[in-house]
């Protein structure tokens, strides 16, 4: 009885993917901490600030949004479904704190600066090249689950 096993990935392979790819996955996930910045220098402190919390509590929950946004880019670079969907409720969220903030206060570009970030990270989530590297990833998986059910 003889094992096939399935050819590795060659590193070439990630290489030019990383090389497709960086440039869109890179620019949302900046553009996703800067959001998170912002926010955490307005409207999160804003909202600890009227519920009478510690500022520690604007902290940890910009600490959890970029958890949140990590994993799920975690989840894309290993081709699970729910990636893609949890880097797009981070961006969201942050681009409704953003809003929130900016209707009760006056506008100005600092205030400005995190709901333009994070409408430019949903739009980077949504383009067709990320959307192929998240397909792609998706292909990856299936494969390698297929490979490695055809081994037991």
């Not at 990630?14 to 996703?32: E, H, I, L, P, Q």
């Not at 959001?35 to 600030?49: A, D, K, V």
Request: glycine share 4%; proline share 5%; net charge positive.
């Amino acid at each position: 009885m003889s094992i096939k096993k399935a050819p590795a990935p060659t590193p070439r392979t990630w290489c030019n993917d990383t090389k497709r790819f960086a440039f869109t996955v890179g620019t949302a996930v900046s553009m996703n901490l800067v959001s998170s910045s912002g926010n955490l220098s307005h409207s999160l402190s804003y909202y600890t600030r009227i519920n009478y919390l510690p500022s520690e509590y604007a902290i940890a929950a910009s600490l959890i949004l970029v958890l949140v946004m990590c994993m799920g880019l975690a989840l894309v670079v290993r081709g699970l479904r729910s990636g893609p969907p949890l880097l797009v409720c981070t961006a969201a969220l942050n681009a409704l704190l953003a809003a929130d903030y900016l209707g009760s206060h006056p506008v100005s570009m600092f205030a400005l600066f995190p709901l333009f970030q994070s409408l430019v990270c949903l739009l980077m989530l949504n383009t067709r090249n990320h959307r192929r590297y998240v397909s792609i990833m998706r292909v990856r998986r299936r494969r390698e689950v297929r490979a490695n059910a055809r081994r037991q």
